[in-house]
């Protein structure tokens, strides 16, 4: 199922969007309007795309598999939308007013939303600036809708354990560092914020939350990206090696390789 395959069944839901904007209703009272009447317990997702075809399709889609969903044609439109509270962002990364990587930036900064880009940009190099900068997925056009689906629930329910780790243990302390998964920081001894990709604290914070039980590497590439097809084995271990050479200082190896199944915390953690 891509987008070829959706735009004739959805041009007259498109029309329908074009006709309401004809006769004088902003797309900003439209989209509050909406806001005020979402239903309780329903996840909020923002569309950020400014093709008004592929943008008619995904509201449409995610509002029928049971998502609140807000149309965003631009950098703007999206600062608006995010007034409200979001849980996550399909983000193209061409935007009429702007560029989608740092308009994520904006977005992480300003919320605790998960960021999915959706974009026809599918150079190795921007997949991998996507997924540094802010985004748990990267994914090209055209769309598998349902492959999407899966990939957005997949980045929520990690994002609702993350949250529920946050309000259990908003700190965790182990050897020199102090690891704040509510501000997502990880402190060293001297207090100053160790700098850490998203995918670097995503897979340490994973280790910590083990209990020193040990993690496997595959378990680790869906903690890092919820996909095998965005990143390998050697990519943890490369993670895992970039970690080791920013956490030292203890004379204790902080992660340790078990064999044959991958790497577990080797320092006691308290609270």
């Known amino acids: 199922m891509n987008v070829r395959s959706h735009d004739s069944a959805l041009r007259g839901d498109l029309n329908l969007q074009v006709g309401s904007q004809a006769h004088g209703t902003p797309k900003t009272v439209v989209a509050s309007a909406r806001q005020e009447l979402r239903p309780a317990g329903r996840e909020r997702l923002i569309v950020v795309e400014d093709d008004p075809v592929t943008r008619t399709m995904l509201v449409g ?12 044609g631009s950098c703007a439109e999206c600062r608006q939308a995010l007034r409200a509270r979001t849980d996550l962002v399909f983000l193209d990364v061409q935007l009429p007013d702007g560029d989608g990587f740092e308009l994520a930036k904006e977005i992480q900064a300003a919320s605790n939303a998960g960021i999915i880009f959706v974009t026809r940009r599918d150079t190795d190099v921007d997949r991998i600036l ?4 802010a985004g748990d997925h990267y ?7 349902r492959d999407l689906l899966a990939r957005a629930r997949s980045v929520l329910r990690r994002r609702s354990i993350d949250r529920k780790a946050a309000r259990n243990h908003n700190s965790i302390a182990f050897g020199d560092w102090i690891i704040d998964l509510t501000r997502r920081e990880l402190l060293g001894s001297d207090g100053k914020p160790v700098a850490l990709t998203r995918a670097e604290f995503d897979l340490l914070a994973a280790l910590v939350g083990a209990d020193g039980r040990p993690l496997s590497r595959d378990y680790l590439i869906e903690v890092v990206s919820n996909r095998q097809a965005e990143v390998d084995i050697r990519t943890v271990d490369a993670l895992v090696a970039r ?15 078990v064999t044959g199944v991958g790497y577990k915390l080797a320092l ?4």
Request: aromatic share 8%.
């Open 243 to 257: 970690l080791r050479r920013k956490l030292v200082g203890s004379g204790t190896p902080v992660i340790a390789t």
């Open 268 to 271: 006691s953690e308290r609270l």
């Open 139 to 145: 994914v090209t056009k055209p769309i598998n809708l």
């Open 130 to 133: 996507g997924l540094e900068v």
């Open 61 to 72: 889609y995610f509002s029928e598999n049971n998502f609140d969903v807000v149309g965003a």
